[in-house]
């Protein structure tokens, strides 16, 4: 995927700062703790050193205005390639009951506080002038058994618009038929619920709290559990065109069913394939996504950005995700080398060995190399999650100013 990608972005004179040297030194800023452009270049220095090459300035200014040239096309299609990737060839055994599963949630992150992020992505309304950041909303896919991001959609935090059924919208291509869709109540509209089935995309959603169940209408399938028609609003959702809006169909046959006082909405239907404390055992999956989001940001450090121009954080954020697609990428080969499930590894354990192990890769060749690798997987596949042992404790802020 790299070579491919520095094959449609090099031109021009040689130079030492190529593409595919700044793709790498890209990737290795994101995922390392430091994230600055001194540790890059330092990285492309220590390359340069180990191979033979003369030695690169350690002024980082080359390496900015390179990076300023690389295309952002190229970065964000290979986001969706290696995730998507990941996504179709995942066993059978990663899915729930012959279905590939679908996380769809968002989220949001803080940028320097310029006159272009700011006209770009405004910081919230309520905040005064020159006291708050620039943020962006982020709508991402996330694969349940493979983990990786499928796609992803960016806009302002606030505005017509800019809300998450909005972003999401435009995310609905890269679902296929047989994938099972998990998000939270929000998403849980007619609308969206109208299009997954004319896609032939199965959902599974808590039920929106402005919607009331009437367990005594409809087709009864079980205690709690039937079917019933939702007549389409007559509003339609501002991120859909009126002409959209008229092919969609006047009814929608949906599946209500409640457990433990909890009402879901599903637009699987056969109540002996798909129980309903089955379904509701599976949607506490979408929780992981959460997980993930949070890894992003917090381990990899995407919660604040760092570029001062909203192409670069564009850009920034392809890096941050294509990254994290390539942690993915080694924990999913570990687990199938090791007969393991991806989700039950730790994926900042992944990520702590991958940055120990960067500098001892680029000595080694041939058969000491695929040793390294061998040895570097089954650590991998060596590390689960984490569980706490210790009593809940009361929330206290110990550390005070």
């Not at 059978?92 to 320097?112: C, E, F, I, N, Q």
């Not at 001062?308 to 392809?318: C, D, G, H, L, T």
């Amino acid at each position: 995927m790299l070579s491919q990608f520095a094959e449609r972005a090099c031109g021009g004179r040689d130079r030492i700062f190529t593409p595919l040297v700044v793709l790498k030194a890209f990737l290795f800023q994101v995922l390392s703790q430091d994230g600055s452009c001194k540790h890059a270049v330092a990285r492309v220095l220590s390359e340069r050193l180990q191979s033979g090459q003369s030695a690169n300035s350690i002024n980082t200014g080359p390496y900015c205005k390179a990076r300023q040239r690389l295309p952002r096309a190229p970065l964000e299609n290979a986001v969706r390639e290696s995730g998507q990737t990941l996504h179709q060839r995942a066993p059978s055994a990663w899915g729930w009951r012959g279905h590939r599963v679908v996380l769809a949630d968002g989220t949001t992150a803080l940028m320097p506080d310029t006159l272009d992020n700011q006209r770009e992505f405004p910081q919230q309304g309520n905040q005064q002038p020159g006291l708050g950041f620039p943020i962006v909303r982020i709508v991402a896919l996330i694969s349940l058994g493979a983990g990786a991001v499928l796609d992803y959609a960016l806009g302002p935090y606030q505005g017509k618009g800019s809300g998450e059924s909005s972003l999401f919208s435009t995310l609905l291509h890269t679902l296929q038929p047989g994938d099972l869709l998990l998000a939270d109540r929000y998403y849980c509209t007619y609308a969206i619920m109208a299009l997954l089935v004319h896609h032939g995309v199965q959902g599974l959603f808590q039920k929106h709290a402005q919607r009331k169940p009437h367990w005594h209408r409809g087709e009864r399938l079980g205690a709690k559990d039937h079917l019933i028609k939702w007549a389409k609003p007559p509003r339609k959702p501002v991120w859909m065109s009126a002409q959209d809006y008229l092919k969609l169909p006047p009814t929608l046959t949906i599946r209500e069913l409640a457990v433990n006082g909890i009402v879901y909405v599903t637009t699987l239907s056969n109540p002996k394939r798909y129980p309903r404390r089955a379904l509701a055992e599976h949607y506490r999956s979408r929780w992981t996504i959460e997980l993930d989001l949070r890894s992003i940001k917090t381990d990899m450090a995407m919660e604040r950005l760092r570029c001062k121009s909203p192409e670069r954080v564009r850009k920034e954020i392809a890096a941050h995700l294509l990254a994290y697609n390539l942690v993915r990428a080694n924990l999913n080969r570990a687990a199938q080398c090791f007969e393991k499930i991806p989700r039950q590894l730790s994926f900042k354990s992944a990520l702590q060995l991958l940055n120990n192990a960067a500098s001892q890769l680029l000595l080694l060749s041939g058969k000491a190399l695929q040793a390294f690798a061998t040895a570097l997987l089954q650590a991998m596949a060596l590390s689960p999650i984490g569980r706490q042992k210790r009593l809940p404790q009361p929330r206290a802020v110990k550390r005070r100013p």
